[in-house]
């Protein structure tokens, strides 16, 4: 993409007579406060016409980044594969969810100027999505390859030996053929309803009579497995395998059943992604459950908005399916490969441990005999997922649902595992006279489905469950226990990062701050109370929130570097996040490069600020992290005269996040904490072995020269860290 594309214009110059004022409006407490004025002023205007990179294709620069995992040949053989399945279901979830937000303003936004720039965008993401699948394409074959260097061989139905053609043919007639249930449709008027988490075979027949027929076919990996262990061919010690398309293949005439006089046939796959918007109204009741259950219904019907098949698949049958499945000029097509649904490779049979990463032992936190609330009460404790055991959770609820002193349990779920032990403790918290409130997010994206369930369950057992708040998400991660001791309430509580699921908690790296401050406890208390009445003016001590002041201090923050800049003195800003899309924060950050503050962000997914630009962000620095585990963690750290302030945050840089969710912003009030804390983050920009650099055209340059005596490879290095630390 030439720079002309990302420059919009903007002004820079403008801002100089003004450079480090803040707007209007704007102030805010260091702390938060209930009456944090409104963001809805002159700079957000500004904000629209400032010079970014393009979050979508920011996004596809960050799946180019997993894609180099695959190409690193020092990742192990089991693990690249792993991130071929990563890959692909992330670009599948990028269709249904960021696409589709472009097509649909490309349809129906007014204006030939900006249906123009949202056709362009479209037209450079299809673009930039090709180059990635044919890398893709590359990767796959390579990583075939290597895997037969170790014994390991996934081969197709034209490699079958005797003896494997016939325990593929027993093993489909056995297995498969019961499951399989093919449509013609060149006859139809319609194309049945696709499911978009299948993937089909488009079927060209020849029959004996020179007529041709088409015709479609489910493949069933909901049902079957999509890898299937085969006899091994000479040694004793290789394992085979085929996918369940080939077993399909293999046999593929017998599919009709003999109905049919078939003189040839082929199988060509192709899948779609349907928008994944939910279409809800504007007030959130009881019958919230029946609406997300109903939208779930309409997802399934969505339009589709991508079209993947084999690039071999013959026109005449290519477009039939376009017409059958009636799309149109702003949907995606993407040809590719023999295969789709390549996110089935995360679940990749493993056999050897010598082929995955070394799985690590979490450190432990509660000790065995302890007392939870005992052990709060000594001090604060700051855990580190999945360094740290995540079980001091499911410690916390089980010993507060049987806890005599314990009274109120208070949670927010966005996220759960599918056995979750948090839920079975808030169950077993009502059987024990606890009074027990959930917030359970019903409107999580791609789990609707399971929150019902939970929101169901927990319900029936008596919990009382809050479905969120009119047009706001509940993103926040917050536990509130209310505890009598003494003869008074005590408050423990829980903020976090990432959400109380035991199963990501493995590979997700999430803070958790543990605490009996009674001020912070109060704090998070007060959150739930919004939830249940919005209407609320909440007055916090301590933490920031979304909707109310996670902007306005952020960016006052953002601001007090600016100033102590402009006088001369240190200022410096360390971010760590998922996303950094936001214009009105990028704005501040370019008002901060300007005056010469120090800026480091280390940023996973999208960046839409314009890194390194002369004139623009000379003095900031943005890397990014892609390794064994995922990096979810938010962290806010300001130089703040010395006096330095590390916030954490279930927020993103979004305006999302920041507007239209409730989220919560924490302080780290010990000093070992923030120390803690800021350790991680330099071991992390120091990382030599797993960090790119964010360039102005995002092209994942890796840091392999940067000058240093030892390598340093983040993830290994912050376990080690921690191991030293008490918590």
């Avoid at 920011?58 to 594969?81: C, G, K, T």
């Avoid at 998070?524 to 909440?538: C, S, T």
Wanted: net charge neutral.
């Amino acid at each position: 993409m030439c720079r002309s594309e990302l420059w919009i214009q903007w002004k820079f110059t403008q801002l100089k007579p003004n450079k480090y004022a803040l707007p209007v409006g704007l102030t805010a407490k260091a702390h938060g406060s209930a009456d944090a004025p409104s963001t809805e002023t002159a700079v957000e205007s500004m904000a629209n016409d400032i010079p970014v990179y393009p979050k979508e294709l920011s996004w596809l620069s960050f799946n180019a980044r997993v894609l180099q995992e695959v190409e690193d040949e020092s990742v192990p053989m089991i693990e690249r594969v792993r991130f071929l399945g990563i890959f692909s279901n992330n670009l599948d979830e990028f269709y249904r969810v960021r696409v589709a937000d472009v097509r649909r303003l490309a349809t129906f936004t007014k204006g030939s100027k900006k249906k123009e720039e949202f056709s362009e965008l479209l037209g450079n993401i299809n673009e930039k999505v090709l180059r990635l699948q044919a890398r893709f394409g590359n990767a796959y074959t390579k990583v075939l390859k290597d895997l037969g260097k170790h014994n390991i061989h996934l081969i197709n139905e034209r490699q079958l030996t005797d003896g494997q053609r016939e325990y593929v043919e027993e093993y489909f007639h056995r297995e498969v053929l019961p499951e399989l249930e093919p449509f013609f449709i060149d006859d139809r008027d319609t194309m049945p309803l696709l499911n978009e988490a299948s993937i089909y075979f488009g079927i060209y027949l020849e029959l004996e009579d020179g007529s041709l027929r088409f015709a479609a076919l489910e493949i069933p990996t909901d049902i079957l497995p999509r890898f299937i262990a085969i006899p091994h061919r000479e040694k004793k010690h290789e394992k085979v395998y085929i996918v369940l398309d080939n077993v399909i293949r293999a046999c593929l005439v017998d599919v009709f059943r003999n109905v049919l006089p078939i003189e040839k046939a082929a199988a060509y796959t192709f899948k779609i992604s349907r928008d994944a918007e939910l279409e809800l109204g504007e007030h959130v009741t009881q019958n919230i459950v029946d609406r997300v259950a109903k939208s779930l219904k309409k997802r399934k019907q969505a339009e589709p908005v991508r079209l993947v098949y084999d690039s071999t698949m013959p026109e005449v049958l290519l477009q039939l399916i376009k017409k059958k499945l009636k799309m149109g000029r702003y949907d995606s097509y993407t040809p590719g490969g023999r295969y789709h649904n390549s996110k089935d490779f995360m679940s990749f049979p493993a056999d050897s441990k010598q082929h995955t990463y070394r799985a690590i032992k979490p450190l432990p936190t509660l000790p065995d005999s302890a007392n939870i609330f005992d052990w709060l009460n000594e001090k604060d404790r700051l855990c580190y997922y999945p360094y740290h055991d995540f079980r001091v959770i499911t410690k916390l609820l089980a010993s507060a649902a049987i806890d005599p002193k314990v009274r109120e349990i208070r949670i927010n779920l966005y996220r759960v595992a599918k056995n979750s032990r948090v839920v079975a403790a808030l169950v077993n918290a009502v059987r024990n006279q606890k009074q027990v409130t959930a917030v359970v997010e019903l409107q999580a994206r791609f789990d609707e489905q399971a929150n019902i369930h939970w929101s169901n369950e927990l319900s029936d057992a008596g919990v009382e469950v809050i479905y969120g708040v009119p047009g706001l998400k509940v993103h926040c991660k917050l536990i509130s226990i209310v505890r009598e001791e003494n003869g008074r309430d005590r408050y423990y509580s829980h903020f976090g990062t990432g959400n109380f699921n035991e199963s990501t908690a493995r590979f997700y790296c999430d803070f958790s701050l543990l605490t009996s401050d009674g001020n912070l406890g109060q704090d998070a208390y007060q959150v739930f109370d919004f939830i249940r009445q919005p209407h609320l003016q909440p007055a916090y001590s301590h933490i920031w929130s979304s909707p109310h002041s996670n902007r306005p201090n952020i960016l006052a923050a953002i601001e007090r570097e600016i100033a102590a800049a402009a006088a001369g003195q240190t200022a410096e800003i360390f971010i760590k996040c998922n996303n950094l899309v936001d214009r009105e924060v990028i704005e501040y950050l370019y008002r901060a490069n300007a005056a010469g503050v120090r800026v480091r962000i280390i940023v996973r997914s999208m960046c839409a600020l314009l890194c390194e630009e002369k004139g623009l962000s000379d003095h900031i620095k943005v890397i990014s992290l892609v390794d064994k585990f995922l990096e979810h963690a938010r962290v806010y750290a300001f130089h703040n005269g010395g006096d330095q302030q590390v916030y954490l945050s279930s927020a993103d840089l979004m305006t999302r996040n920041l507007d239209h969710r409730v989220e919560v912003t924490f302080p780290l009030l010990t000093e070992a904490h923030r120390e803690t804390v800021m350790n991680i983050l330099e071991l992390q920009w120091q990382d030599n072995q797993k960090a790119r650099v964010l360039d102005a055209e995002q092209t994942n340059s890796r840091i392999a020269n940067r000058k240093s005596k030892r390598n340093v490879r983040s993830q290994d290095a912050i376990y080690r860290y921690l191991k030293k630390r008490e918590i």
